[in-house]
């Protein structure tokens, strides 16, 4: 009896456990954390839980708080670093039980569950006192939720396609800006034995950038959120538009073969070995590549291509954020660090190190070419700027279309079974 | 006839009512520590969760009843049916840890030199973690780098991508679960195998009892203890296997491969979870179909008392 109850109270554990084997190196750090939170922060003691535990982003953040610290000697820093996937389900409970001063997190419709739920704090004074409104003023849509302010931005990068410029070349392949040279772009790197389009999709999010872009460049910025908000039923023929010419890439034979077994940065090993040449990708993905050994001169960016001439071009450019949980304990010195977060100068060397764009329009970016042409790209960007299928989309429904996104990526042939199965959900989640 | 050595055995106020319950008491007390952690962590969460089953609940704000809507739901829920049809698929092909523990013991139930550290090497994956085994086997099935593929490749069959195939997926996960469990087993059996009576054998040799015979009428029955107990720890390895699952596949492809108490999880607590109530219902479920079996455990237990 015993043990059989164990497995159901066990599954709490085994929450911990699963964020424990992926990022065995935080694990030190989550675990300094669940002590840290035990002990009541004192005046002057700033608490700082994040979850960048990739290299780039905990240099970029241990940086900042260096930088902060040099400013203002008084405040004592404490900070907590999780690991990426961990952090997501952790964040739930550090905001209720244990709250620290500051936590990192994304904009958009991916921190509604909090704010609902009054777990963040408006910040409204911060960027009123600082003048933010004017610098950080491209990214206020995606940070207002009823009317108030919940967090600071400081970072986004652009998706788009990385490719292989030296097989392009090679093959004598023009970078595609519309549909029809897309597609045949694919059919002659196929003809040359390479597979077009690398992806890994077992942890689905991946296959949500993939629809993203197909969805924006079939019917646009509007009809996109409008599905994300629930208004348009996924069984609407503008989706299956979508969805037809996805078909069509994959008959193509455009991505690789058994995708759903690998992860993101597993799928990067064929693009590296030249057995792929095209990634949809956010700019995070140039790090692993250069660190795999391509050069500049080997790897490529281009804006995903038109598909509907009739649509305006929108882009994808998660933005990432800090907020302050409602619980925290020293909100004043949190202000303070928003505020010197939001600063030009310290957005430009945070980016810098990030590899990624800073939201203040004061900031410098970095002279390295992927992050100059995402910035020349966003910077004319007319149709609307969406943060991530994952962010746009509430959890729920957005759980529910990766996974039949990739289904569908395996199984084309479902179209129809898998778009009833996700009207089904929208039902359900928008009543 | 005086009789000053006997005992005053009506002078209870002297000898307290400590002493006179202490027989009845002690045991309680002894309980209480346990009954105790059990309440509050087994029992009280087991209602609990029961209770929450009938809400619609984020985890952090409010809860709104929905009576039996989650049930309700969870009965036209293709992911639960996916679900549970992989529960009752780990439940039986789990059992074949018990066979291949049996023979592995017996196959190393020897006194050849050297014999401890054959055993040693078998259990070995036992004590490793979940997680490295559940990567091993990941690192095995990869289709373009993995050994089963490489050894496939040998006799001209096209890879397979077991973790990426919906038809072989859960089969594939149930496979690298059996290679810690037959080590589980086989040490049952071994220690089992230590208590089986040489006298018996002596005599069964004598009757010319030989081989499979020999194993079925002599040794097996010697070994019932060990099997109950094999056969116990594998139903709840089975119905907790949630590690492998979680690492080898996360559910996928299309949460095909998902079991129960994963679905739980992802509807609960994972990043696009948010759905406590209906997590809480597939939870409840799963509490019922482990308490056919916990029944039937009892019952055997309360039989074996009896027949005592």
Redesign the interface.
Known sequence: ????????????L??K??FM?QKVKVLTAALAASTIFTSAAIAGELVINTDTSDPAPKAAFEALIEGFKAENPDIEVTWNLFDH?GY??SI?NFL?ADAPDLANWYAGNRML??V??G?FEPVDDVWEEHGLKESLGSSLGSMTIDGKIWGVPYTYYQWGVYYRKDLFEQHGIAVPTNWEEFKAAGAKLNEAGITPITIG????WTAGGVFDYLNLRTNGYDFHMALGKGEVAWTDDRVKATMNNWKELLDAGFFI?????YSWQEALAPMVQGDAAMYVMGNFAVAPLREAGLTDDQLGFFQFPVINPEVPLAEEAPTDTIHIPANAKNKEDAKKFLAYLARADVQSQINETLGQLPINKGSTVGDDKFLQAGYEMLSNTDGGIAQFF?RDYP??M??AGM??F??FM?KPERMDAILE?LEKVRQ?VYK | MTSPTVPNADAPTSRGWWKENQQRLAPWLFLAPGIFM?LV???I??FQ?INISFYDW????EATWVGTGNYV?LMDD?AFYTSLKNNVIWLVLYMLAIPMGLFVALFLNQTVRGIRIYKSLFFFPFVI?Q?VVGLVFAWF????YGLLNIALGWFGID?I?V??DERYVTYGIIAAGLWPQTAYCMILYLTGLNAVDPEQIEAARLDNAKGVKMLWYVILPQLRPATFIAI?VTV?GA??S??LI??M??G????SSRVL?FY???Q????????MGYGAAI?VV??LI?MV??VG??WKMYRDEKGR
């Open positions: 009896m015993q043990n059989n109850c164990s497995i159901i109270w066990n599954f709490a085994e929450e456990g699963r084997f996937e997501k389900t739930r209720t569950p909090y609902n739920a777990l999709t077992k942890y689905l073969e058994n995708h759903a077994a994952d959890a729920e957005a759980k996974e039949g990739q289904e395996v199965r359900r | 059990f962590y087994v029992i969460p087991i969760s984020d985890g952090l704000g739901e293709d973690s997680v099935y990869d289709p373009s890879p991508a973790l990426a116990v709840i119905l907790r949630f590690d979680s690492i596949t996360d996928g492809p299309w949460g108490a739980m999880y992802e609960a607590f994972s990043e696009y979870g948010f759905r939870a799963l509490f482990m079996y916990i455990f009892l």
